[in-house]
């Protein structure tokens, strides 16, 4: 599927499944905790879902996993591959992110939680006040990936 961003940049949406290879430079995690959906609170942005970019000789899941801990302390039980987009920029690099579904067992409490005030969670993504959100939670792409997961019956 494809459509203009906030920006008018034009983003490039496919679902995906587990036989798919990621191949993003950047990872996205929508989280479970106990029935209800892990968000963080970036301390600048807001709200919003763990995530961030894949390092160096890092492959996609396990950046994944990587962020969805430095930035929440959860430990990640079962991990869905659900899709990726690409947002076409005006840089040599492509903007490319892997979403995965990820069931949370435990949350292990952090000193640190990097860029982050630690994890948060709310039943949906409507259920957080406006003024709490991320720009990011009303990112056209990410919001098709949350309806993913629930199309999948994943929550």
Same mark, same amino acid.
């Given at each position: 599927m494809k459509f203009l961003d906030k920006d008018q940049r034009e983003v490039h949406l496919t679902y =995906?499944? &587990?036989k798919d290879v990621p191949t993003g430079n950047h990872v996205? $995690?929508?989280p479970v /905790?106990?029935?209800?959906?892990?968000?963080?609170?970036?301390?600048?942005?807001g709200i919003e879902f763990?995530?961030?970019?894949?390092? %160096?000789n890092e492959t996609s899941i396990d950046a994944i996993r990587r962020?969805?801990?430095?930035?929440?302390? $959860?430990?990640a039980i079962?991990?869905? /591959?659900? $899709?990726?987009?690409?947002?076409?920029? &005006?840089? &040599?690099?492509?903007?490319?992110?892997?979403? /995965?579904?990820?069931?949370?067992?435990?949350l292990k409490e952090q000193s640190d939680y990097l860029e982050t005030d630690g994890p948060? %969670?709310?039943q949906s993504v409507e259920?957080?006040?406006? &003024?709490? =959100?991320?720009? %990011?939670?009303?990112?056209? $792409?990410?919001?098709?990936?949350?309806e993913r997961v629930k199309t999948l019956g994943f929550y």
């Open positions: =995906k499944t &587990n996205l $995690a929508i /905790y106990q029935h209800q959906l892990l968000f963080t609170c970036h301390k600048i942005r763990p995530g961030g970019k894949r390092e %160096l962020e969805l801990y430095e930035e929440t302390g $959860a430990h079962d991990i869905k /591959y659900i $899709a990726q987009y690409k947002v076409e920029t &005006n840089s &040599n690099i492509d903007f490319v992110k892997d979403v /995965y579904f990820i069931q949370v067992d435990t948060c %969670l709310f259920s957080i006040p406006d &003024n709490k =959100k991320s720009f %990011l939670l009303k990112d056209d $792409a990410i919001l098709h990936c949350y």
